[in-house]
Nanobody, 120 residues
Framework: VQLRESGGGLTQAGGSARLSCAVS????????IGWFRQAPGKEREFVGA????????YSSDSVKGRFTISRDNGKNTVYLQMNGLEPEDTAVYYC??????????????WGQGTQVTVSS
């Protein structure tokens, strides 16, 4: 299974960005796909995940209401729509395939990450 993120870049505070996670090798309906992020000097943080059944969960209040996960089974792609971006959202964002949990260790396949930088 291979995952490839895209859509990162530089945006201003209050702006939006949409990240894509293209999956190859298996259909996304076979896995739960999670989004994580890692800021410089910080641990990798769970952002949200979409289960193979379509259930979605998000991390705590820091992203809830601002970030939305969706998927397109036909394109075998999962999306992370980010609105109301804040400088604190600056990080490398990763998608991963595995179990439907908040724990990174339960995801077995990872993309290479895409940088999102939010300027104030």
């Amino acid at each position: 299974v291979q995952l490839r993120e895209s859509g990162g870049g530089l945006t201003q505070a209050g702006g939006s960005a949409r990240l894509s996670c293209a999956v190859s090798g298996r259909t996304i309906s076979s896995y739960s796909i999670g989004w994580f992020r890692q800021a410089p000097g910080k641990e990798r943080e769970f952002v949200g995940a979409i289960r193979w059944s379509g259930s979605i969960r998000y991390s705590s209040d820091s992203v809830k209401g601002r970030f939305t996960i969706s998927r397109d089974n036909g394109k075998n792609t999962v999306y992370l729509q980010m609105n109301g971006l804040e400088p604190e959202d600056t990080a490398v964002y990763y998608c991963a395939a595995g179990a439907y949990t908040t724990y990174a260790g339960n995801y077995h396949y990872w993309g290479q990450g895409t940088q999102v930088t939010v300027s104030s």
